[in-house]
């Protein structure tokens, strides 16, 4: 459906790749157009420093309610309801009432310390 984020990564040259070309910046931001012109209320770039087209946006509005720049939240505007700050349209999507303190380092994940979620019958 409309809702459900999509994300375009640039691929960049590294290791055993290096013959390879990097994914021009325009391809990204064309990809992105295509999809927001065909409904999707969540499209975002990633790989690439592009504060505007990293972050998410109100689809009523167009207002910033989670501003990205890489892995730095630079801006959180998402109401107590889960809706933007500026006009009040929902966001689709599980919100904290603040954002978590990412920033630009690696974190390590490991899987079995996460919990199953329940399964419904």
Excluded at 4 to 20: E, G, I, N, Q, T
Excluded at 67 to 73: M, P, Q, V, W
């Amino acid at each position: 459906g409309p809702d459900v984020p999509l994300h375009f990564s640039a691929f960049h040259p590294d290791y055993r790749m290096l013959d390879k070309t990097p994914t021009p910046h325009e391809t990204l931001i064309r990809a992105r157009q295509i999809a927001l012109s065909a409904g999707l209320n969540y499209v975002y770039l990633g790989n690439v420093v592009d504060p505007s087209r990293e972050s998410t946006h109100c689809p009523e509005c167009g207002y910033v309610v989670v501003g990205r720049n890489r892995y730095t939240i630079t801006g959180y505007s998402i109401g107590g309801n889960g809706g933007c700050a500026a006009c009040g349209s929902g966001i689709a999507g599980v919100f904290e009432p603040t954002p978590g303190n990412w920033g630009p380092r690696r974190q390590a994940v490991r899987f079995k310390d996460l919990q199953q979620a329940p399964q419904s019958t």
